[in-house]
Each structure stands twice: as C-alpha cells, then as structure tokens.
C-alpha cells in the first residue's frame, strides 16, 4: 500500500515537473483583460439563507457549489476579498457555510443596510484602500445586489466582472435581463471554474498544481470526476503490475 502512494506522489510529482520544465510558458503574452489574483478585490454579496430562498435562476446547490468554488479560490489564491451581507442577524441570516469555511473571522464581514452595496462608505473605502482598480462580484440577488453596485462602480472609473453562476435571481428573466444590463454597461461577465482556471493559468505553477484539482474535484461537477476517475485508474494499474 506504501508502494502505491509512493508510486501516485511520484507520478503527480513528474508530471508537475515537465510541465514546469516547458520553456515556452510566457505570462507576458497573456492578454489584458485576464484576470490574476493580485490585480482585483471580489466582493462577495449577501450569500445569505433569506436571500437563497427566493432564488429561482438557479439551482440552490448548484448556487451553493459554485459559491464554494469561487470562496475556494479567493482563499487559495490569496484575493484581496470583501465579504458583506444584508441585515443578516435580523432577517438574511448567515452566510452560507461553502463561503464560512474559507473566510472564518465573521468579525471582517460587512453587515448594511443598503441594497446597493456601494452606498455603504465602509464597502467603497476598503475597495479603495486595496488600491485595486477591478472588482469581480458575485451575490444575491442579481437583479440588485450585484447589477446596482456594478453600475456604480462602473461609473466610479473601476472594471467590473460578474461570476455569473455563482450569483441568481428571483426569475431566470430578473437573472438574464440583469446580467444582459450589466454587459451593456460594460461589465464582463465570467464563471466559477473560468474564474479558478483563469487565475491559475498554468499548470507549471507547481505550487498550486494539487490544490487546483482538489478544488477541481470538489467542486467541478464532471470535469472534477473526470481528474477523480483519471488520478484513482492510474493508482489502480499500478497497483495491479505488482
């Protein structure tokens, strides 16, 4: 059994290492618009239980994995990340548990009033005292808690992406026409696995290579069976040569 493990480590070790023996990786060819993790705040809004329950764009577990997966990565990656919520002790409730998991200390979240997140002064001075120029948002509801701040940072000079399904609304209409509003303004939209595979970029970051896929496993649905089903055949073939 020790062979085996030995045998899998080793594997995973040479495969990091002849990708991170390729000497045609060049970051600097990356195009602009590309995010990477020390370039941007995200802003997590109102992952709450209340504001779940109205939410029909979106499956409440698909919503929750998502919301995982990009808390997942945030932490991983060590993203500048604000998290707020909306009257949470006295109507929305906590968060959910996928965002408590990763950023424990609830005495950093953001607890307002205001259904845009932007009017709130404390929101706007911690995205400015970041000295980042982009946010990347996600929440509840897309209609409000993530159209209204992206309007509005937009027009404060700053680039806005929204990770769309890790965000819902209470139609799929409310969703669509939000994101459709958001896009027109210029807001770039984007996904949860586009969001940890675009900060992570390049398997020859061998640092992160193992934590990606188990993030990737977790929460990546069929392309996360897919790294289960290959990494576990391969220990099994090995297994049966001895």
């Not at 409440?60 to 060590?78: E, P």
């Not at 009017?119 to 911690?126: G, L, N, W």
Request: charged residues 25%; positive net charge; proline residues 3%.
């Amino acid at each position: 059994m020790k062979k085996s493990i030995l045998a899998l480590f080793a594997f995973m070790a040479f495969t990091i290492s002849v990708f991170a023996q390729n000497p045609n990786n060049d970051p600097s060819l990356a195009g602009k618009q590309l995010l990477d993790p020390d370039d941007h705040v995200l802003i997590l809004i109102d992952h709450e239980g209340q504001m779940a329950f109205a939410v029909q764009s979106i499956d409440i577990q698909t919503l929750r994995n998502n919301t995982g997966l990009v808390a997942g990565t945030a932490k991983l990656f060590n993203v500048n990340t604000i998290i707020t919520t909306v009257a949470e002790k006295s109507f929305s409730g906590p968060l959910f548990p996928e965002i408590r998991e990763y950023f424990k200390d609830e005495s950093k979240y953001i607890d307002r009033t205001t259904m845009n997140s932007w009017e709130d002064k404390r929101i706007v001075e911690a995205v400015k005292k970041t000295g980042k120029k982009r946010i990347v948002l996600a929440g509840l509801w897309t209609e409000i808690c993530i159209t209204l701040p992206a309007l509005s940072a937009l027009e404060d000079g700053y680039e806005v992406y929204a990770i769309t399904d890790a965000s819902g609304g209470v139609s799929k209409e409310a969703h669509d026409m939000a994101v459709a509003r958001m896009i027109q303004a210029g807001v770039r939209p984007i996904t949860s696995m586009q969001y940890l595979l675009e900060l992570h970029r390049d398997w020859a970051r061998a640092g992160k290579y193992k934590a990606v896929n188990d993030l990737a496993k977790r929460y990546g649905g069929g392309y996360g069976l897919g790294i289960d089903y290959i990494k576990t055949m391969q220990k099994w073939q090995k297994e049966s040569k001895k």
